[in-house]
């Protein structure tokens, strides 16, 4: 018989409302928290609970998930009074989903420990588009018993779950895959910036394009949202740029060099002071325009 888990999430923005729903049409319990109740309503129609504080969550559920914006976001969750540390018990598995800092990976590891929890660094590939569908990358650094003890509900959300080894070895691989977007970026706007000038058809452009030997996930999935000028979020500016700062100071620890990453983050940084902040990663065409 399959188990039921009584499931903490903690974070019900874009991606991490599709994620709840794949849990609760499985049959799961799910405990949410998220700052505004609002945004927790439609779950909490569909079933989901929800509590006051993280730390409440974290009381009532056996494992707890957490997808939030920012590596400080990450810090109160777990560490304030009132969040997951404090307020768990012993056996609790804790599972960080939000792109964040290797080095808090570790932290959280370490201190998970001492409180006789279990902690994963667990961060997704995918988008909106792969949030809705349970065909997330997820990328897993902690202990493989614990991640093996999980991977049934990694399944539930995802096709390419892959163990990349201890603490903070998800969160590295992440940056990985932040790193080959953000240049990855760039291509498929100055592609479709090209076209334009060129006075061809995108949409055969793209058709020629996307299934050679240039194609990429942002080319299949981006690309068609610049042709129709839509820039509503699968990912945020903002927090694109997060990510790329949190790269770029990860290199220069590694005393490595990412000129590409840094053009990126460039590019990156003035459109969002150009108010392209809350929108897409695919409003990088703006820059161009």
Known sequence: MTKKWNIGFVGTGVMGSSIIKHFL????????????KEKALPLVELGAKWFQTSGEVASQSNIIFTMVGYPQDVEEVYFEENGVFKNGHVGLIVVDMTTSQPILAKKIAEHAKTVQMEALDAPVSGGDIGAQNGTLSIMVGGELEIFE????????????????????????TKMCNQIAIATNMIGVCEA???GKKAGLDINNVLSSITFGAAGSWSLSNLAPRIVKEDLDPGFYVKHFIKDMKIALQEAELMQLELPGLELAKKMYDEIATNGYANNGTQALINYYQ
């Open 25 to 36: 049409n499985a049959g799961h319990t799910v405990n949410v928290y998220t700052r505004t």
């Open 192 to 194: 479709i910036a090209y």
């Open 149 to 172: 003890k999980v991977s049934p509900l990694f399944n539930l959300i995802g096709k390419n779950i892959v163990y990349q080894g201890s603490a903070g070895a998800g969160q590295h």
